[in-house]
């Protein structure tokens, strides 16, 4: 038995020396390398992507990584590799070069455009038959979530000279996948009506005509899940899992969307506190633990574990702590859940490079100018996601992402900011209907003008009293500063005979710059420069027809705005105050006009904005003198809708004369649910409130009341351009008041 052991291993020693022996003998000294076949690439790239050289001691396995590597390159539909008498030949059949691809049975460019995105292929490329079927896969895969599940891909191949070929996708589409009906499994707390809402599928009904997410689309449904998670969770249900959801086929076009939930038991704020490190000081987080007294035995919600970590975020940044983190210990007895937010101090991360792209158009510098963080600076995620924030707010990208990364060193970070730009040119008009007649706008406006940031604006308003003409050149980014530059041309002629007893003709030039004085506080410094005519009607007041004649009036502006609103872009918290005083230096009258603009915004609750704004206008003569007629003041359209602008108000006799002082009040509030299935549309409610009173050189004029009135505004973005409409009804007016009910503009983009 010893023996027979002992022969078999001396067997596997002499197999494995032959082998090592046989493996020498066929390994080879290559001193020549020919390439056969090749007819587009070169033989020397074909040598370089082969990795051998002329001299080396080649083996069989050599062979075999030569073959990959060629392979790899997908060039080549076909490789042999051999040696004969020291030569190495590699022959090749290489892949044919697409020339065109042609998609056909796909009429809308935007789906087209879409497609391509998700393909390999593409013209001037190497043909490659497993890229194909790849590429037919991805071209499903879009399709179906676009809610074509039916579709059908046909891939013809046109073979042409010079080893060339066209490809042609021939897509039929068919009908869309429509959600007949969509289910709740487990729910036995919300009614499906409520859960339908916060999904976004939809189930097909006739009406939803402009709706896209009436089809099935896999990508949405895995959304909807989330979107469903977050809702349990924000209202109590902690330990929520959302079991499955399915698409069930119910005909030949159409399926029914299946959720599973499990809600578990419902629990409770307890006992929340904050843990600081030593360091830190109690007393700039008293909000926070105010905060925590109202949370306690309110149902659980993780958007208000989010609130907390972003206040507790701010204040550590407001007061320059250091990087911290909040590390976050749940504890559940019976329905109560207890919470520890511990603040611990982190590493201090620095911002090594901020990188943009896809700016083709728009100037690099008019970007960063909009970063509140820099290079080199510590990395906060505040001011990161403010600076994107501040991106979107210029309105010259369709989209603005931020990305992330580690930098070289251990201690540094990479931000990388992505922009899909998109038209910033407008051209618009509107059109405004009223008991007493109509006005007619048009416009023209470049937002981004030559990639710089510069608007440029021009505008023309005609109704039955005015013609105004405007062009407004306007940098926000001088020399690449914080300074605003601004310089406004106007003329008009206003025919107010009929209504307010004169006419006039203006003519003048504003200049103007604004600058951040400080955090959030910008100063506004300007120059106004204007030539005037007035001609009162004859059969006007004698303390209007005093007014008659020519005037040359200069104005120094001052500009104050304290801006505390949390993001320009999309603002749902916090305030914007606004004043502007208007002081005349070479002035034939003197008029000294004070206007004050406050606006503050609150998220009352999930997806609604409400705004409370407020303005006072107030007009006064230094010399003493009545405030020239087209000096008074009137209540702005915007600020008080169901009436005529400057058709309200004071009368001396047939005429409207305006006031000294106006205010106005409004309210505002989005309604997001009212057309949820119109996409690209908002709608808010609003009431309106406004006043204007005082006549200087005639007191028993000033019949001063407050006017309202409340109403819908609808602002939606059409294929032709964004629409604006407003329907306002009055509710206390005086009976010389004018309404106009109904407003409407309309522009495009370009």
Not at 132 to 150: T, V
Not at 498 to 521: P, R
Not at 613 to 636: C, T, V, W
Request: hydrophobic fraction near 35%.
């Amino acid at each position: 038995m010893t023996m027979l052991r002992f022969i078999n291993k001396f067997e596997l020693i002499l197999i494995f020396l032959l082998f090592i022996f046989t493996s020498v003998l066929r390994a080879e000294i290559i001193n020549e390398i020919n390439i056969e076949g090749n007819q587009r690439i070169s033989t020397e790239t074909i040598k370089m992507f082969s990795g051998v050289s002329v001299k080396d001691d080649l083996s069989e396995n050599d062979l075999n990584q030569i073959l990959k590597r060629l392979y790899s390159t997908d060039f080549f539909d076909n490789v042999s590799v051999k040696t004969q008498n020291k030569v190495l030949i590699i022959t090749v059949k290489e892949n044919p070069i697409i020339q065109n691809i042609n998609y056909e049975g796909i009429k809308s460019s935007e789906m087209l455009d879409g497609l391509k995105k998700n393909i390999i292929l593409k013209s001037r490329s190497s043909f490659n038959e497993i890229l194909l079927e790849k590429d037919r896969e991805s071209i499903k895969n879009f399709l179906k979530n676009k809610g074509y599940y039916f579709s059908k891909i046909e891939i013809l191949i046109d073979e042409l000279e010079d080893n060339k070929i066209n490809l042609t996708y021939n897509i039929s589409l068919g009908e869309k996948a429509k959600i007949r009906k969509i289910t709740f499994i487990g729910n036995k707390i919300f009614k499906d009506k409520k859960l339908k809402s916060v999904i976004l599928s939809e189930e097909h009904k006739p009406w939803k005509f402009l709706s896209g997410k009436k089809y099935l689309n896999e990508s949405l449904i895995n959304y909807d899940e989330r979107l469903l998670k977050n809702y349990y969770l924000n209202k109590g249900y902690y330990n929520v899992v959302i079991n499955s959801s399915f698409a069930k086929m119910t005909d030949k076009e159409s399926f029914e969307l299946i959720f599973n939930i499990e809600a578990n038991s419902k629990l409770f704020f307890g006992n929340l506190n904050i843990d600081l490190p030593n360091d830190f000081s109690k007393t700039n987080y008293e909000d926070v633990e105010k905060f925590f007294k109202k949370l306690e035995n309110e149902p659980y919600s993780i958007n208000r574990i989010e609130d907390i970590v972003e206040k507790i975020e701010t204040i550590t940044i407001n007061e320059q702590y250091e990087s911290i983190k909040a590390n976050i210990k749940e504890n559940i007895i019976n329905d109560k859940i207890n919470i520890n937010f511990k603040i611990e101090e982190t590493e201090k991360f620095f911002v090594e490079r901020i990188n943009i792209f896809g700016n083709n158009i728009t100037l690099e510098s008019v970007i960063r100018n909009q970063l509140e963080i820099d290079e080199g600076d510590p990395f906060n995620q505040i001011l990161y996601s403010k600076s994107l924030n501040n991106i979107k707010a210029l309105n010259f990208f369709g989209s603005v992402e931020g990305e992330i990364l580690d930098g070289n060193e251990f201690n540094t970070k990479i931000i990388n900011i992505n922009i899909t730009e998109k038209a910033t040119g407008e051209i618009f008009a509107g059109i405004g209907t009223g008991t007493e007649g109509s006005s007619f706008s048009f416009g023209v406006k470049e937002n981004n003008y030559l990639g710089r940031g510069i608007n440029v604006d021009s505008n023309l308003n005609v109704s039955e009293e005015k013609i105004k003409g405007k062009f407004i050149v306007s940098n926000p980014n001088y020399k690449n500063s914080d300074k605003r530059i601004d310089l406004a041309l106007e003329a008009s002629s206003v025919d107010r005979l009929g209504t307010s007893g004169y006419k006039s003709n203006v003519s003048g030039f504003t200049i103007g710059t604004q600058f951040e004085y400080l955090d959030d506080f910008r100063f506004g410094l300007s120059s106004k420069n204007i030539i005037e005519k007035i001609e009162v009607d004859g059969s006007a007041s004698a303390k209007q027809k005093k007014q008659d004649g020519n005037y040359f009036d200069s104005f120094i502006g001052l500009d104050f705005i304290y801006d505390k609103r949390n993001q320009r872009y999309q603002t749902t918290s916090g305030f914007l105050s606004d004043y502007n005083l208007n002081l005349p230096i070479l002035s034939d009258t003197n008029t000294l006009t004070n206007v004050y603009n406050y606006k503050v915004f609150k998220e009352l609750y999930e997806n609604n904005v409400s705004s409370l704004s407020f303005l006072f206008k107030a007009a006064s003569s230094l010399s003493g003198d009545d405030i020239k007629l087209s000096e008074r003041m009137y209540i702005p359209g915007r600020k008080l809708r169901g009436f005529e602008t400057g058709k309200i108000g004071p009368k001396d006799g047939s005429d409207f004369i305006g006031g000294n002082y106006v205010s106005a009040i409004n309210a505002t509030t989005s309604v997001p649910k009212i057309l949820e299935n119109v996409q690209n549309v908002d709608i808010v409610m609003f009431a309106d409130a406004a006043n204007i009173w005082g006549v200087d050189y005639d007191s028993s004029l000033d019949k001063s009341g407050i006017r309202s009135s409340v109403g819908l505004g609808l602002d939606w973005l059409t294929p032709v351009g964004p629409l604006t409409f407003s329907f306002a009804k009055p509710i206390t007016k005086e009976s010389t008041d004018i309404e106009e009910t109904f407003r409407f503009n309309i522009g495009t983009s370009f």
